[in-house]
């Protein structure tokens, strides 16, 4: 569970450094969107909500939600939603992806969350 509140921040993280440029809709409506491009392949992160702050909070937690996939799938969620941002094609996305979530680098490092960004930013998983 504590993995799962460490993703949760680094994609509330991410979403926040958008704000200021892109603005509050903006941000909830790409984080949406990402969300359900990435639920076709990933059920399993259903109970996750997107409020209208574009704020990602789970609203229950059930068994499926500790499941191996959760990481990959919100990884997936992240770079779907990063690579929606004007601009970015021109900025390496893992490099972007470290900055944002610098605060939290180092629990996050210790997940693999690094690693796996990687690989999906890579189109590797």
């Known amino acids: ?9 680094a994609i509330n993280l991410v979403a926040e450094s958008y704000v200021k440029d892109q603005g509050i ?10 969300k359900e491009d ?10 996750f909500y ?14 499926e939600t500790f499941d191996q996939k959760v990481p990959l ?5 992240i770079d779907l939603f990063v690579n929606k941002a ?7 996305r893992v490099a972007t992806i470290r ?14 969350f690094y690693d796996l960004y990687t690989k999906v930013a890579k189109k590797v998983v």
């Open 73 to 77: 799938a919100l990884a997936k969620w």
């Open 38 to 47: 990435v639920i076709k392949e990933f059920p399993e992160i259903s109970s």
């Open 86 to 92: 004007p601009n970015l094609s021109r900025r390496d």
């Open 50 to 63: 997107v409020d209208n702050n574009g704020k990602v909070s789970i609203l229950r937690a059930s068994k």
């Open 1 to 9: 569970k504590a993995n799962l509140n460490l993703l949760i921040e």
């Open 25 to 34: 809709f903006w941000v909830t409506k790409n984080l949406r969107k990402a």
């Open 99 to 112: 900055e944002m979530t610098d605060r939290i680098r180092k629990p996050l490092e210790g997940i693999g």
